[in-house]
């Protein structure tokens, strides 16, 4: 099973402030088609999971632009670059380029 | 709008079962993929199973194999998951959630539904 292991688990952040997120799994996501299959997602206080940002980069529908993903093959990156309050909550990445689907252990991000 | 209403959750016995449903509106459910997202309390999240659009292919997590199957009537835009041989282990709130059916997101869940929650317990 391909592990993913985010960093760090934990996050206060000082709204405005810019905020990062690393990602890494066990071996490349990169298919042979050239598509990296990681994806993330944020689970507010409450709430289900939303998704922000598919294959490593794109971001989904409605997503503010101050959300950006990056990274290729084993190392991924999501940054906020300026934190707002609405932000808080549990940030996941999840791999889908081989079952099991996996997810990382989530970051915890709150307001200092 | 784009609703996916899970049921079917509760309290059951080690060794029993249980059948989840999820009911979905606002998309065109026989043209989408559909998985099952668990998540144990205070937990984090875990991929159980997905179904492709017309049923035809089904992928498990292997903590589930043999024991879990899930299905989708196309005809009455519902997914379920049928839970049998339950452990206390699979206490978790069980999400259904769509796949992205666009190329630039492929493979993502774009869109939950709020949960059931599925407690084993003696």
């Known amino acids: 099973d391909i592990v993913m292991t985010q960093s760090p688990l934990s996050l206060p952040v000082t709204p405005g402030e810019p905020a990062s997120i690393s990602c890494r799994s066990s071996?490349?996501?990169?298919?042979?088609?050239?598509?990296?299959?990681l994806h993330w997602y944020l689970q507010k206080p409450g709430q289900s999971p939303q998704l922000l940002i598919s294959?490593?980069?794109n971001r989904a529908s409605g997503v503010p632009d101050r959300f950006s993903g990056s990274g290729s093959g084993t190392d991924f990156t999501l940054k906020i670059s300026r934190v707002q309050a609405d932000d808080v909550g549990v940030y996941y990445c999840m791999q889908a380029l081989q079952t099991p689907w996996t997810f990382g252990q989530g970051t915890k991000v709150e307001i200092k | 709008e784009v609703q996916l209403v899970e049921s079917g959750g509760g309290l059951v016995q080690p060794g029993g079962s249980l059948r989840l449903s999820c009911v979905v509106s606002?998309?065109?459910?026989?043209?989408?993929?559909m998985a099952w997202v668990r998540q144990a309390p205070g937990k984090g999240l875990e991929w159980v199973a997905n179904?492709?659009?017309?049923?035809?292919?089904?992928y498990y997590v292997d903590s589930v194999k043999g024991r879990f199957t899930i299905s989708k009537d196309n005809a009455r835009n519902s997914l379920y998951l049928q839970m049998d041989s339950l452990r206390v282990e699979d206490t978790a709130v069980y999400h259904c959630?769509?796949?992205?059916?666009?190329?630039?997101?492929?493979?993502?869940?774009?869109?939950w539904g709020q949960g059931t929650l599925v407690t084993v317990s003696s």
């Open positions: 959630a769509r796949h992205c059916g666009g190329s630039i997101c492929s493979r993502a869940f774009d869109m």
């Open positions: 071996q490349s996501l990169l298919q042979s088609n050239g598509i990296t299959f």
């Open positions: 606002g998309f065109i459910f026989s043209n989408s993929w």
């Open positions: 294959l490593g980069s």
């Open positions: 179904i492709k659009a017309d049923g035809s292919e089904t």
